[in-house]
Structures are given as C-alpha cells and as structure tokens.
C-alpha cells in the first residue's frame, strides 16, 4: 500500500529543476505527481514517477543526488471539506503529517493526495479502518 | 612621539652590532637549551661559534609553525616551567592551540614594545585606553593591557563583544584611545550610527587595528567615521603578541618594526632566497631576546616587503608595508585564524559528508563572513527541508566549537564545487583589500 517517491536534492539556482525534468522527458520517464519544497538555500523536488528505477538511474548517472522515501497515496472526496474530514481522522490519532501535496490526475470522481508521515505502518492502518481508499504503487503509477 | 629613543633611533650600524651580539647570544642559548635547535642546527652543520656576522643568519634553519605542533605543548620552550609566569596560545588545528610562554622578562619587553607602540600613536600618561582586543588566551587584550599600564595611561579592559555597552562605555568614560581590528571598528561605527551617536563629538583620537589584514580604504573610512587616526599594528602570538610592528601617526608610511628585539627577514617563500629590501615575499622573525620561546627565523607566512630608509617620525628602525596576503592557506576571519584543513577536519566528523568542500569568504558591510560550502551525498540526503537544515546547523555549531568562528554552511549539488587534478581550490576569497596584491 506505499508508494515510492523519488526525492532531488537541488540547489536553489536557476535551471536546475528545468535540467531534472529535461533528463527524465528524454528517458521516456513520465512524472505523476511532484513537489518543491524550498528554502533560500536549497529545496527538494519530490516526484511520483511511472518508471522508478529509471528514473533513479537516469538522475544519479547525470551526478543528482536521490533519496527515495515511502509515501502513501490517498483519495480524497473532491468536494468541500473531502481533505478536512481525512485530515481530521489523522489528527484524532495524532498521526503528523510532515508534507502532502496533490496529484495532477484525477481518479474517477475523486482527488488523490500524496502523505508523508512519520509513521507510516500506523497511519496506513488507521486509515483503512476508516474505509478511506489508499492506492496502491501499481495503480498510482499507472494513474 | 618616541618612547624609548635609544632603541628606536639608533644609527643603522649600531642595531646591527646590537642585532649581532643578541644573535650570537641567542644561537648559543637555544642550541644548548631547546633539544629540537639543537638537532636542527647539527643537521645544518652550524655551530654558535659560527655565526660571526648578521650574514650568517642565512645559514640557519626556518622554524614553522608545524614545529611547534609538533613539539606540542611546552616542547620548544628554553625556560623551565619555573620561570614562566604566563601562557597564551592561539588556535591550533581541530581543538589543539599553539600555545606560547611568557618569562617575567618577556612580559616585561612585551610591556615596552606596547608602550612604545602607543607612543608611536602619540598616546602618553593622562589618555585614557579602551581596550577592545578579546582578553583571554588571545594576546590581544592583555597585551596592550600591560603596555597601556606601562606607559602610565589609564586602561579599560573591555574585551570583545556586547557593541552596545562599549559605546556606553566610550560615551561615558571618554576614552581617547581605542584598540580593536579594523572590523570592529567599523562595526563600531555602524551601531553608533544607529544609536545616534555623533562620534565627532566623543572623545577617540587614535587607534591601534590588527589582527586581522585591512587595507587602506578601510582605514578612510575609520578614520572619518570615527573621527580618529586610524593605525596598523602588527604582531603574532609566537612571536610575542601584539607590538611587533607598529605604524607611527605622522607617516602612516609602514609599520616599524622594533628590531631591537624582532630580526625581520623577506624571503621567496618558493626557494627560502633571501630577497633585498623593497621585494615583496614572506617575513620571517628572529626573536632576539624572547626567553621563553625564542624562535630562530620564524616563518610567519605573511607577505610583505621591507624598507631601511629611516622615517620622517625619525625612527631609524625597518619598516614592513601593509600585508599583502599570505604565503600559505591561512583565513583570518573576524580575527580569527583558520586553516582549510582545521574546517575539512570538523567535516570528516559527519557520515556521508562527500570530502569536497569550498570556503567562500566574503565581506558583508563591515564583517568578514565564511560560507562553508559542503556536498550533499545520498548518506546525508533527506527528502525532509528541517533534517537538511539540522545537518548544516550541527555543522556550523561543531566549526563554532572547534575554531570560534561562526560560518554559514551551504549544502549544494555533488559535484558542483570544482574538482582538480593537483591542488583543489579550497578557498574563494571574495574580499576586495584595496592595496592588496598578492
């Protein structure tokens, strides 16, 4: 039920998200959903890719340093308060969430957000209690 | 004005015999006391019945700052423990100083060449000395302490830091005297402005920077900031501390070396050649009376050039130019020393830090800043922004520890800092010395 993500180090200076993203459009690697946390140093793309270990070869061949993080894939009711009734579950079991972003995809009817969390096992199965839908890595890459 | 007109005026001729009988006693006195000269001039085939002339200076060996780690604490000193009443030391590599020994004598010349240096400033019994040099195992503060109080001027021993209470300080005790590095003393400036503080109105005439290189933009600007005469110092803690070299107020044309008690030598840093007065290359100093720790041609690793010409102040004594870099690797930050090798040694304390780093040092307002610029390898890599940035914090904390110098630690890309095939570039200085070649 966790989806891999493949995390880049970059440094924050012009062009180097326009360079990771240009080695993985000429490996034929397409990229599912991503995120940049920045500061004024640094920041970390994060990205959900079709071919993870494509991927991972293609940026460490071209000197980008690459971490992979499991991460879980949550859909969400798009509809108003569909991400506060998911979040409200979690913060009720004090399960931290330490990033989320979005998925460019829908499925069917509904969002799919992307969870980091601290505890990952945990998280996973509280959510199922709650009958909230976690996707697996194959049908999040295929999305 | 001239403190100790013997000493400072003599006719070339006589320093020099004065120079000689100090050699030949010094020679004598390490080769029988400090086991490493003894070695090192056996190796040199020289004997202290050898040196009969200054010319024979040449066939002594350098000593380097390495010796001295190497004979790590005490190993160099030609006093018993006895007879040394105090320690200074300066920073060393990853925690370990270099530390130096003071007889009663020595404190007592080091009191003379202050007092001499102030005087040189035109400073005299009735100013009032606000010492800004951190007091402590840097020689600093205590230095110009001793000297001030040696000359009969009234000292106060601020040390460094808390800016805003000094300025209380010189507002309220009005000093006419200040001695801190040329950073601060701009740093000084700033925060005064902002306070409010009309610094033509206070009571500063004349200062005494050092320990760290300035040029002589720097000096305008103090000088019309702070409305004093600004003058250069020079002075390292193996050879005494401050007092070396002092620049006198009525030239500013060279620092005066006091080579009644320092023997000053240039040399190509490349072939050891001694090189004639006016060429540029690396002082090297012959403590001529020091006790404790008498040091034959000293490698100091600065860059500078010698001039004999006497000096409208009518000093007779040599004069070294403004330094003009350095003939080794060394980073003087804020005062500080720091070697590339102390910051990869903090480095190689952190798993999965790649061995590639580069310092960056620039110069933001006033303050000499370091950026230590270290690659990020997949050991050290987090998808998380607040475990990255708890990396590059415990890093500046533990180069705080070790060296006393606060740095900015940067994490880039593998591979970004430039490799080479001989020597790696270790070190961007940004800072622009004006008057500064090498």
């Known amino acids: ?143 | 004005m001239i403190y100790d007109i013997e000493n400072e005026t003599r006719p070339r001729e006589d320093l020099e015999a004065l120079q000689l009988k100090r050699l030949q006693a010094l020679v004598e006195r390490v080769y029988h006391l400090v086991p490493f000269y003894r070695r090192r001039l056996d190796e040199a085939g020289v004997k202290p019945e050898n040196i009969r002339t200054l010319a024979d200076l040449e066939r002594l060996p350098c000593t380097t700052k390495q010796d001295l780690r190497d004979n790590y604490p005490f190993g160099m000193f030609a006093a018993p423990m006895d007879q040394i009443v105090r320690l200074h030391a300066s920073s060393g590599t990853t925690g370990k100083p270099t530390p130096v020994g003071y007889t009663a004598r020595d404190i007592n010349t080091w009191s003379e060449i202050i007092a001499r240096t102030l005087a040189a400033g035109g400073v005299h019994r009735g100013d009032i000395v606000h010492v800004a040099y951190g007091y402590g195992l840097f020689t600093g503060g205590l230095g110009f302490h001793y000297g001030v109080e040696r000359l009969g001027a009234t000292v106060i021993p601020v040390s460094g830091g808390q800016t805003r209470r000094q300025i209380m300080l010189i507002q309220d005790f009005s000093p006419t005297v200040i001695c801190c590095t040329p950073s601060f003393a701009l740093y000084l400036a700033e925060v005064g402005q902002e306070m409010g503080v009309d610094f033509a109105r206070t009571s500063l005439r004349v200062g005494f920077h050092g320990a760290e290189p300035w040029s002589e933009a720097m000096r305008q600007e103090i000088e019309q900031r702070l409305k004093i005469d600004a003058l250069d110092i020079y002075g390292l803690s193996e050879i005494i501390g401050p007092g070396v070299g002092i620049e006198c107020v009525e030239a500013k044309q060279g620092l005066h070396i006091f080579e009644d008690h320092f023997l000053p030598e240039i040399i190509n840093p490349a072939t050891l050649e001694r090189l004639p007065p006016g060429d540029a290359g690396e002082l090297l100093i012959t403590t001529l009376t020091k006790e404790a720790l008498p040091l034959l041609r000293y490698r100091t690793r600065d860059v500078t050039s010698l001039t004999l010409t006497p000096c409208v102040c009518g000093r007779t004594i040599g004069r070294i130019s403004r330094l003009q870099g350095r003939s080794d690797d060394m980073l003087i930050i804020r005062g500080v020393n720091v070697f590339p090798s102390q910051i990869e040694a903090v480095l190689m304390e952190f798993p999965g830090l790649a061995p590639h780093y580069q310092l960056i040092v620039e110069r933001e307002g006033h303050l000499d800043t370091l950026e230590v610029q270290v690659e990020v390898d997949e050991a050290a890599f987090s998808d998380e922004v607040k475990q990255l940035q708890q990396l590059a914090k415990r890093i500046e904390r533990q180069i705080k520890d070790y060296l006393t110098v606060s740095v900015k630690v940067r994490l880039v890309e593998p591979r970004t800092i430039p490799r080479s095939e001989g020597k790696a570039q270790r070190v961007i200085d940004r800072r622009r010395l004006e008057g500064a070649k090498a």
């Open chain 1, 1 to 143: 039920m966790k989806v891999e993500q493949i995390s880049v180090f970059l440094e924050n200076k012009a062009g180097r998200l326009a360079e990771v993203t240009r080695i993985l459009g000429e490996a034929g690697v397409n990229i599912r959903a991503l995120s940049l946390a920045d500061t004024t140093d640094f920041g970390i793309l994060r990205l959900i890719v079709d071919k993870y270990d494509l991927a991972r070869e293609v940026l460490k061949g071209k000197g980008f340093t690459v971490g992979k993080t499991e991460v879980v894939a949550i859909e969400v009711p798009d509809r108003p308060g569909g991400l506060a009734s998911v979040l409200a579950v979690l913060s009720r079991a004090g399960i931290n969430v330490e990033y989320m972003y979005a998925f460019v995809q829908h499925s069917g009817k509904n969002a799919v957000i992307i969870f980091r969390f601290d505890n990952l096992e945990e998280a996973i199965k509280l959510l199922r209690q709650e009958g909230i839908h976690i996707y697996s890595g194959e049908e999040v890459y295929r999305l």
